[in-house]
């Protein structure tokens, strides 16, 4: 009985180190992005996931609309907003 406890150790501690290291580290990036995806208001100013910046201009439930230039409008997934820039960053 001690033995095969013994030899279940290791893999035991392998996965406790990697729910420590890799797991719950995710999990937390996740929790702060929807976080910041909900806090999305209309005149942020954002990046997408493919790079593109531009200012809030309407939100919708899963879509938010981003002015690119002046005149010029794109709808996206709220999820592709990667980072909320500092207001002025984007002219």
Known sequence: MQSS???MLPLILMFVVLYFVMIRPQMK??????AMI?????GDEVVTAGGVLGR???????????EVANGVEIQIQRS??????????YK
């Open 5 to 7: 406890l013994m030899s």
């Open 29 to 34: 990036k996740q929790k702060e992005h929807k």
């Open 38 to 42: 909900d806090a999305i208001a209309k």
């Open 56 to 66: 809030v201009s309407k939100i919708g439930d899963s879509y938010v609309s981003l």
């Open 80 to 89: 592709a907003v990667v980072q909320v820039l500092p207001k002025g960053t």
